[in-house]
Nanobody, 121 residues
Framework: QVQLVESGGGLVQAGDSLRLSCAAS????????MGWFRQAPGKERDIVGA????????YYADSVKGRFTISRDNAKNTVYLQMNNLKAEDTAIYYC??????????????WGQGTQVTVSS
């Protein structure tokens, strides 16, 4: 059974940093592209970014480019989302997801349950 478990969310102030983690089990982690998504209240879920199988290729949404960094540790079956200079508009539930197709793919096979990030201004 595949499980993706996010952690690291919380309440922070604008300008602060936060690092989310997503621990994967039940799949061959290095065979999956890992993505981060977020969903703000009343809005659709949007992609934040994604990282390729070995970490050599990444994609970021324009809204987070230069502030957020995705990395992965295949030995630990974990993907990270480092978020710097957080803004109130970054407030959302953050999800990690896994796909076998590529960094640019919009199709994901597995999803985590999400972790709440709240940024106070």
């Amino acid at each position: 059974q595949v499980q993706l478990v996010e952690s690291g969310g919380g309440l922070v102030q604008a300008g602060d940093s936060l690092r989310l983690s997503c621990a994967a089990s039940g799949l061959t982690f290095s065979s999956y592209v890992m993505g981060w998504f977020r969903q703000a209240p009343g809005k659709e879920r949007d992609i934040v970014g994604a990282i390729s199988w070995r970490g050599g290729n990444t994609y970021y949404a324009d809204s987070v480019k230069g502030r957020f960094t995705i990395s992965r540790d295949n030995a630990k079956n974990t993907v990270y989302l480092q978020m710097n200079n957080l803004k109130a508009e970054d407030t959302a539930i953050y999800y990690c997801a896994a796909n076998r197709y590529g960094v640019q793919s919009g199709r994901y096979d597995y999803w985590g349950q999400g972790t709440q990030v709240t940024v106070s201004s």
